[in-house]
């Protein structure tokens, strides 16, 4: 019953997100905040990506620093989407092509957005069976 709770307040958390981020465009009839969303969409696959890559089956995966370059190079890109995604409407406010108020709309809909995804991961992993 926990964990439906926990899903329930994160996809209402998320909704709040997306509708930031809707209304920073739609309120202002300029819609250059909705390109955060491709981050949303495209931060989490390089962990996805490179974690499969790392966890082979291969004769030396009994060690586990041997193949974390791989997870590491999958975070270095997940990072690298929510910097941008993040800072792309303050660039965006400050060469004046979206007002301050859609910056500051699409960037809390952005940290909902991402402490969401980051909630779903810390609760819901495989490692965090107590839950």
């Known amino acids: 019953m926990a964990g439906l709770k926990r899903i329930i307040s994160l996809s209402f958390i998320l909704a709040c997100g997306f509708l930031l981020v809707i209304l920073s465009g739609a309120l202002y009839q300029n819609w250059w905040p909705l390109f955060v969303v491709a981050t949303f969409v495209l931060a989490p696959l390089p962990n996805a990506i490179f974690a499969k890559c790392a966890s082979g089956d291969d004769l030396y995966s009994f ?68 839950y």
Not at 68 to 86: A, E, M, N, Q
Not at 122 to 128: G, I, L, M, R
């Open 63 to 130: 060690h586990e620093q041997t193949n974390s370059g791989f997870k590491d190079f999958g975070k270095f890109l997940t990072s690298i989407l929510v910097v941008s995604g993040i800072f792309l409407p303050v660039v965006l406010a400050h060469v004046e092509v979206i007002e301050f108020a859609a910056m500051v709309m699409s960037v809390s809909g952005g940290f909902l957005v991402y402490f969401t995804i980051l909630a779903y991961s810390y609760f819901f992993s495989e490692e965090n069976d107590e």
